[in-house]
């Protein structure tokens, strides 16, 4: 039998349990609904009854009175009748013992409501509403039918008595009635009682019958599929399964064994895979390695919180002096004791801390905020740092920069001296450029300028004559500068 039918049988066996479950609800349903209708029975009985009431208790009919009372009785769920008059007075009442209706005297009834207070001469307590409550309902002619659940399927029905005298109704007492609404149910609940009985016992057949299936036919060849499944697990690829059946959980027991069987060659040939591929990260971790402890310039990489990654190019210890790089701040590290002020530092951070972990667009938003070269100053002169920075991201988010770091403090020397060669080379070149005789009468003019600067300096002469003379004798010297030059061009 196939996958396919199992579960069509299956599917059947469920909606049958569901149809006697439903059978249950729809039992109560049908119980509630004629609960419903006594109690709606009870309220017509007892409107009825009032209409010729009103007349026999408004000429105070006592006979008359009793016997239409009396005429209630003949519904077996009513258990007793009471009659108020409109100033809330015991008028007349009837209780229900062994079966029949029996008069109560206002005394006997008394005692009664000692004994139970659900006969408590008190109208209110009966109505259990204020008598100004009802006396506001009878001015605004409200009062009607009421019900009232006393429990354990005691019910209480209140109807108003009317005395109609030429086309009016003058109200003239109440017409109180207990009924109890286990006479009505009670073959309704043996009917419930059967119908829930061999509703059980039919449902626990087809659960068991459901399980005792789903145990035999899938199952039993699930956990056969576990147990070939953990056996493969452990390393026994020749473990072979005892399915035999011909529906679907055949079939996959039968893809289940090809691929235990692709699994014992793929396994077979793992630890060669395995041994390849290390070898192979290996070389590449060790040219990595290589190349960071080789190459003269500081590389490192920054992590979330701005801290630097353990693994750093060896030459960076050299520039920055300092074997304690890893797992530190790279703030810290590289902008204690440099040129930047407190707010370009600042701006460092807060670029850093909206890169790392955001899109990489955070990066090149920022990306001007971070300084390509610093000066750091030591105890031994200052030291000139170019820095490069790269964002490095996985999936558009960016999860680490990479800093490069280049000592120019020399180059920047080396610079500082070629430029300073090259303003004398300048000087020599215009010197040349220029003839002897021009060269010989500025030199002359010159040194007889300068001579007379040198005295006044030398006396120590501040007079405002002595300063125009020195002013002068600079201006002039700078004037035949550039007039000299100017003939050497031409």
């Known amino acids: 039998m196939s996958l396919t039918k199992k579960i069509v049988i299956l599917l059947l066996l469920v909606c049958g349990a569901a149809m006697s479950i439903n059978g249950i609800i729809e ?192 199952v039993n060849p699930i956990r056969e599929l576990k147990k070939s499944a953990l056996k493969i697990a452990s390393g026994n690829y020749d473990h072979v399964h005892k399915i035999k059946s011909k529906d679907e959980i055949g079939d996959l027991a039968a893809s289940f064994d090809v691929m235990r069987k692709e699994v014992e060659n793929f396994t077979n040939n793992l630890q060669s895979l395995v041994e390849e591929r290390t070898l192979e990260l290996s070389r590449k971790s060790q040219d990595i390695r290589s190349m960071l402890q080789n190459m003269h310039q500081g590389i490192f990489v920054i992590l979330v919180d701005r801290i630097v990654h353990k693994e750093y190019s060896n030459y960076l210890e050299t520039i920055l002096g300092t074997s304690e790089i890893a797992g530190k701040d790279v703030v810290d590290l590289l902008f204690v004791n440099s040129n930047l002020g407190k707010n370009d530092i600042n701006q460092i951070v807060a670029a850093l801390d909206s890169c790392l972990e955001e899109s990489e667009f955070g990066f090149m938003a920022n990306e001007h905020l971070f300084p390509i070269e610093i000066i750091k100053e030591h105890a031994d002169g200052p030291q000139i740092l170019e820095l490069t920075w790269e964002a490095i991201s996985e999936e558009e988010i960016i999860k680490k920069i990479m800093v490069i770091i280049r000592d120019v403090t020399e180059l920047r020397a080396l610079q500082a001296d070629a430029q300073v060669k090259n303003r004398q080379l300048d000087i020599i070149s215009q010197i040349m450029a220029s003839s002897i005789e021009n060269f010989e009468m500025f030199a002359t003019a010159t040194q007889s300028q300068l001579n007379d600067t040198r005295s006044l300096i030398l006396k120590n002469s501040q007079t405002p004559e002595s300063l125009e003379i020195i002013f002068r004798n600079v201006h002039t010297i700078k004037g035949n500068a550039r007039l000299y030059s100017r003939c050497s061009e031409m």
């Open 27 to 218: 039992n109560n349903r049908i119980s509630s609904k004629l609960s419903n209708e006594a109690k709606i029975f009870h309220s017509t009985l007892l409107k009825n009854s009032a209409i010729g009431l009103g007349r026999a208790v408004f000429e105070v009919q006592e006979e008359l009175t009793e016997i239409m009372i009396s005429s209630l009785f003949k519904t077996e769920s009513v258990q007793s009748v009471r009659v108020f008059n409109m100033d809330g007075s015991f008028f007349m009442g009837l209780v229900r013992d062994q079966g029949k209706a029996r008069m109560l005297e206002e005394e006997e009834w008394e005692n009664l409501a000692e004994e139970n207070p659900e006969f408590d001469n008190d109208l209110s307590a009966y109505l259990k509403e204020p008598s100004s409550a009802v006396t506001t309902e009878l001015e605004r002619g409200e009062f009607s039918v009421r019900t009232i659940d006393l429990g354990k399927n005691l019910f209480r029905n209140a109807e108003l008595l009317r005395n109609f005298e030429d086309g009016e109704a003058e109200h003239v007492g109440f017409l109180i009635m207990d009924y109890d609404q286990t006479y009505v149910v009670r073959s309704i609940k043996e009917a419930q009682n059967r119908l829930i009985l061999w509703s059980v016992i039919l449902g626990v057949v087809l659960i068991v019958f459901i399980f005792g299936f789903l145990e035999f036919s899938i």
